[in-house]
Structure formats: structure tokens, C-alpha cells
């Protein structure tokens, strides 16, 4: 994901600070994404470098693509600077999360789901369970999720289309989902491409009505990273736009991204 979203950045006449952060094993590594250099640090210098670089990059805003066990470390690093950042992790406590942020009172855009598309989809699911709840009471739920192996946690956007449907009247629980990390099956059953096994995501609701007579299937699949590296971006753009008009709100997610519109693509 980081070497997508500086690609998108760097296409979007956007400006990447050199540096990034990873594991130990990372420390000192110089890595070429979009004709850019950029330095690797490991994480016990993680607060200094930060610190030197947000001074020397005041408009600074950083973006979080790590994994699950880190989001809540890195939040509370970056409330520490004082430094703005996107979070497109999923996992860890979220609700320490708001609470680190809140306490600290930075801006920040928050999702666990950094495609728009995808993003106006469970807005319209939102929509449907608040205006309609019950609309599918007493239906049966399947819920599948395909997607690449290094995801350690189950996805962030099946969960909170789960939440619209069990607004809606269905009975399911998250332990009910199926999810696909095995590359054989996730070609032979699934039909994920090959050449995007190491980055995709799939997802398939199917509802029954009691009486098995009636059913409904809603599906979205995503191969690459592409569609969240722009909307990591058209993220980026607009929290520069509120940190810059010092807004009253300070976190905000990828609804509050799609309303302001402005999309750069």
C-alpha cells in the first residue's frame, strides 16, 4: 500500500516527504517508488525522525498503512508530534484510537476502507438500514471475504456492511464469515486473478429469505491498490483543506471525504 499511494500521490502533483517508517529489519533501506527515493527507519527512532521532519515539513500529513497490532502505538505517536495523518490500517482498539486522537486534539481521517466506491456502497447500506430496519427480517446471511494472505484481520468493510444488515433484521454473527486466505482456493472458488492474489479484495453477501424462495446478492471485488491509493489521496487533499482553514471538527472518515466532493479522479 505505501508504494501505491506514493505512486498515486506523486501522479497527483502531490509533494512525498523521503522518509517512511518500518520494522527493524527495514532500518537505513533506501527504496525507489515513483521515480522518488525514500529512506526506511526502524521503529526506535521512529519519534525523533518524525519530530525533525514535521519541523522541517510543517505541512506535513502522514499516512498509515501497517498492521493491525500497530495502529494504536502509531496513533498515539502521532498525537505525541502533533502531526496530522490519515489511517487506512483496520484493526487494533478503535476506540482508544478516537480517544488518543480526540485527547490530543489533531486532525485526522480515519477509515477502514480507503476505496470511494466502495465507501458510497456502505453509505447507501447505511442509508437503507436506517430508513428500512427490519426490511430483511428473518432472512438467512452468508458473508464471504476473499483476500491476500499478509491480511491478518478480517475485513473492516464485511464487518460494517454485517452491522447494516443485522440493523436490517438479519441474525449473523462475524464468527459466521468465511474468509479466503488460501491462494488455490481463492483461484479455484473464489476467481481472483492470479497476478492480484497478493492484493485484492472480495466480498459477497447472500441473503435467503426463510422460505428459501427468494434471494438477494450483492458483490464487490477489487483487484490492485489502486482504488485506495486514490482515495488515500483525495484524503490527504482534504484534510490539508481543514487542517489550512483550522476547522472545528478534527476527525473525520471517508463519508466526510465523498461529501466535500473535489474528488481528484
Excluded at 521503529?43 to 502522514?62: G, H, K, M, Q
Excluded at 458473508?143 to 440493523?167: N, P, R
Aim: charged residues 20%; negative net charge.
Amino acid at each position: 500500500m505505501g508504494g501505491a499511494v506514493l505512486e498515486a500521490a506523486v501522479s497527483a502533483g502531490l509533494n512525498p516527504v523521503p522518509v517512511s517508517f518500518g520494522g527493524p529489519e527495514d532500518s537505513g533501506k533506501i527504496v525507489q517508488v515513483g521515480g522518488k527515493e525514500i529512506k526506511l527507519h526502524g521503529p526506535s527512532e521512529r519519534e525523533s525522525i518524525l519530530s525533525s521532519v514535521y519541523a522541517e515539513y510543517p505541512n506535513l500529513i502522514v499516512i498509515d498503512y501497517t498492521a493491525p497490532a500497530a495502529v494504536n502505538e502509531n496513533a498515539e505517536l502521532y498525537a505525541k508530534v502533533g502531526v496530522p495523518f490519515v489511517m487506512g490500517t483496520t484493526g487494533g482498539d478503535r476506540e482508544r484510537l478516537y480517544k488518543t486522537v480526540a485527547d490530543a486534539n489533531i486532525y485526522a481521517v480515519i477509515s477502514p476502507q480507503m476505496g470511494k466506491q466502495v465507501v458510497a456502497f456502505l453509505a447507501a447500506m447505511e442509508i437503507m438500514a436506517e430508513q428500512f430496519p427490519g426490511a430483511f427480517s428473518g432472512y438467512k446471511l452468508q458473508v464471504m471475504e476473499s483476500h491476500q494472505a499478509s491480511k491478518l484481520d478480517t475485513s473492516g468493510t464485511a464487518k460494517a456492511v454485517i452491522s447494516c444488515f443485522q440493523k436490517l433484521g438479519v441474525s449473523f454473527e462475524l464468527d459466521q464469515i468465511q474468509q479466503i486466505r488460501d491462494p488455490k482456493l481463492q483461484m479455484e472458488m473464489v476467481g481472483v486473478p492470479e497476478e492480484y492474489l497478493a492484493g485484492h479484495a472480495f466480498h459477497m453477501y447472500h441473503l435467503t429469505s426463510p422460505d428459501d424462495t427468494v434471494s438477494f446478492e450483492f458483490q464487490h471485488n477489487v483487484c490492485g491498490r489502486s482504488i485506495y491509493a486514490e482515495g488515500t489521496v483525495d484524503a490527504v487533499l482534504f484534510l490539508a483543506k481543514k487542517v489550512q482553514s483550522k476547522a472545528d471538527k478534527r476527525i473525520y472518515d471517508m463519508i466526510d471525504v465523498l461529501r466535500e466532493g473535489n474528488m481528484s479522479t
